[in-house]
Structures are given as C-alpha cells and as structure tokens.
C-alpha cells in the first residue's frame, strides 16, 4: 500500500511578506492580496508555445489568481495574491499594523496560508504532467507562528490552529480558462511563538551563522573576542532575543535555557509603521506613493540612473522616521528586563534589523540600557547577519515541521 505524501510547510506568515519553505523550496511574497471586481478580471492567460507556459508555471506563485471557499474564511471574492496584487495596480489589502486585531484572527492569514499551499501544488502537479482539470488534493503538516504578546493570551494558538485542522479548504485558481482546483487538508499543524523559533535556530549551530555570530562579536567587543568563543554565545541559557518585524517587535526572554513568555513581551510596532509614517512624509512632497508595500517594493527594485536619485531620497525619508520605533524598543526591553535578570547576551534580527543596524542608533542605546540592568557591566548586543536576519523564524520552523 502507497502512503500518500504529505506536504511540509514551514510558513512564517510576517505582516510584510510571508516567508516559507515548502517541501523543499524557499518561498517569499508580500502579505498582500487585492480584491478583483467583476471590470477588474483580465482575460484567461493563453500561451505561444510549451516554453512560455513553462516559463509561466515555474513563476506560478507570482501570478496566483484565486476564490477561497472555506469554513475558516468569510471574506468571499476573488483576489490576486502577493506579487500579482501588487502588479494589478488594484486597492491592496494588508496587515493593519496599528489595530489590536491578531493575526490569527483575521482572514488574510488563512487566505495568504492557502494561497501558497495550493499554489506549490499546482506547480509540482504540472511539473509531475498530471491533468490540472481533475481537483488537487493535498495534505499538509505546518509549521507556523504568532507574535508572542498574541499566542500566550486567550488560547490563540490553539484557535489559529482549529481554523486549519477544522475543515477542508477549497482553492480556486482562475489563470486559466479552465478553473484549477485544490482541496487542502491539514494533517499536523504546529503554532510555535515568533522569536522562540528564531533563538532556536542560533542554539542550533547552522551552518554559516555561528561564524557570522562571532564575527560580530569581535567587532564589537574586540576586548572579549579571545576569550568568548563561539560556542559560548550560541549555547548562553540566559539571552533576549530582539526580533524587529513588519508589525510587532518580539522580545523574547530566554532563562536558563527555556524561552520564558511571562517575562516576554511584545511591541505592537515595527518596521511596517516605519513605512507608513514614511508614506505620509512622501505624500506631503508629492511622492506617488499610496501604501507601504509599494513603498517597500519601490525600495528593494534595482532602479535605473533616470530614477536612482529619486530612490535615494525616499530612502533617506524613511531612515528619518527610524529613531522612534528605537525609542519604543527601548522601552520594551527595559519591561523585559526588569524580569529576565540575569541576562547574558542581546540578538537582534528580523526584517526591520536589517535597516535599523546602519541607519539608526539603536545599537549604541541598546548597549548603555543594559548597562544600567548590569551595575555598568557590558551585556554584548549581537546583530545577526542581513543574509540570515528575516529568516530565522523561518529556519527554525523547517526544524519543527521534520520533526511532525
């Protein structure tokens, strides 16, 4: 008897981008979809040759046009998701990174979810030759997480996970002039807390981070580097970790080696509001820019020499409304603090490390803050590397669904 293959998802759903891997291959698009009214919807795709639907296929999570029909899901329509909602040039929907709604509650998370299940199903159905007229079926064990000041309160973990396991989900992919249809069920599924997985990670010894560890130790505290070896910054059992995301900021405590959520707590700010404020900052100069993920797509495109001066600019905007967020984080790791005592060790990653290690002074005031929970004594702030630093909750969650 054949045991049928089940799907593993590691899906770290950001409120900028979701980040996954599935089976095997690495994921990435903004969390982002955009509702198509009935004059929005374009003609069915048609193709010149074997090659161009090729081509089209491989890119297929770029393009997914789609309807959900689900239990967990009461927002009806049909929506571009990710890069394709983007692209249309349609009203976005988004993650409101400045209400009090969790994630878990809302209907974009499940629809975003889906949408990347079902559509690395119909990719790996082409690649196999099956016939995409017949309905998919996949079943999925994932992985994914919360921000922390959401999962340990109100049974949210548990809540978020029923809206997966509950029932079948149906997607629907409209590219085509004949319907593609995906039946999802969830097998297994994990809802680890941001942060938690990402400290994880680092204690793991991956491949390559330790040596980015180290070396930023040694830059930054050349005093201790001969002394302090690697082992010993990843294996410390009393660390915070400071993970600085689209819409929360995690800091997550550490001690004596288990990650403590009641001395954990969340910013329900991150580098999405930096954007935002931006937005309007942009709007007041007669920017064209309408909402931050287009900013953010702006921000990351390899611009031409005809626009390179404008990028430059709007950069520079947003790196200005950059010393706020820091004066928050601040505050929220003196809370953390004033529980987790005995703290060894400061990581600080995520999406919104990246910008915040050049362009503000979060570092040097991070580094006297905790001098003043430490009689003076220096507790090292390691910034993880930009090619590791969106990723490691995304890494360690691959960790957890191999082991479902």
């Known amino acids: 008897m054949m045991v049928e293959k089940i799907m593993k998802v590691a899906n770290d759903l950001g409120y900028g981008s979701v980040k996954a891997n599935v089976d095997g291959e690495n994921i990435k698009f903004p969390s982002v979809i955009a509702a198509e009214r009935p004059q929005d919807v374009q003609a069915p795709?048609?193709?010149d040759s074997k090659q161009d639907k090729d081509t089209y296929m491989k890119d297929f999570l770029n393009n997914m046009d789609v309807s959900v029909s689900s239990n967990a899901v009461k927002t009806s329509g049909r929506f571009l998701i990710g890069n394709a909602a983007i692209d249309s040039g349609l009203s976005m929907r988004s993650f409101d990174v400045n209400d009090f709604t969790g994630k878990s509650e809302t209907d974009l998370a499940i629809i975003l979810t889906l949408?990347?299940?079902?559509?690395?199903?119909?990719?790996?159905?082409?690649?196999?030759?099956?016939d995409l007229k017949e309905t998919l079926k996949v079943k999925v064990n994932m992985a994914t997480a919360l921000p922390i000041s959401e999962g340990k309160v109100n049974n949210a973990k548990d809540r978020y996970k029923e809206r997966y396991m509950g029932s079948t989900h149906t997607v629907t992919f409209h590219n085509f002039k004949d319907p593609i249809n995906v039946t999802i069920e969830f097998n297994k599924v994990y809802v680890a807390l941001e942060g938690e997985t990402a400290q994880m990670l680092i204690s793991s010894d991956y491949d390559g981070l330790t040596d980015k560890i180290k070396e930023d130790f040694d830059k930054n505290y050349s005093e201790m580097k001969d002394e302090v070896e690697a082992g010993d910054l990843i294996n410390s059992r009393n660390v915070l970790g400071i993970d600085i995301g689209e819409g929360t900021t995690d800091v997550v405590a550490i001690i004596n080696g288990k990650a403590n959520p009641a001395a954990s707590a969340s910013l329900p700010q991150g580098y999405g509001n930096v954007l935002q404020d931006a937005v309007r900052v942009l709007q007041d100069q007669q920017m064209n820019f309408?909402?931050?993920?287009?900013?953010?797509?702006?921000?990351?495109?390899?611009?031409?020499?005809?626009?390179?001066?404008?990028?430059?600019?709007?950069?520079?905007?947003?790196?200005?409304?950059?010393?706020?967020?820091?004066?928050?984080?601040?505050?929220?790791?003196?809370?953390?603090?004033?529980?987790?005592k005995d703290t060894e060790l400061?990581?600080?990653?995520?999406?919104?490390?990246?910008?915040?290690?050049?362009?503000?002074?979060?570092?040097?005031?991070?580094?006297?803050?905790?001098?003043?929970?430490?009689?003076?004594?220096?507790?090292?702030?390691?910034?993880?590397?930009?090619?590791?630093?969106?990723?490691?909750?995304?890494?360690?969650?691959?960790?957890?669904?191999?082991?479902?």
């Not at 949408?115 to 099956?130: F, M």
């Not at 390899?302 to 505050?331: C, F, N, T, W």
């Open 346 to 404: 400061v990581y600080v990653y995520g999406g919104g490390s990246i910008p915040m290690l050049d362009e503000s002074n979060l570092r040097e005031v991070l580094n006297e803050k905790l001098k003043s929970f430490s009689g003076g004594y220096d507790v090292p702030v390691i910034w993880i590397d930009k090619e590791y630093a969106q990723y490691l909750n995304e890494l360690g969650l691959q960790v957890i669904v191999e082991a479902l």
């Open 290 to 340: 309408e909402e931050r993920s287009q900013l953010q797509s702006f921000l990351s495109e390899k611009v031409s020499p005809l626009r390179r001066a404008r990028q430059d600019k709007v950069r520079q905007v947003v790196y200005d409304q950059l010393e706020p967020l820091a004066d928050k984080i601040i505050d929220t790791v003196s809370q953390t603090m004033r529980i987790a």
């Open 45 to 47: 795709m048609e193709f």
């Open 115 to 130: 949408s990347l299940v079902a559509g690395k199903k119909v990719k790996e159905a082409y690649e196999a030759g099956q």
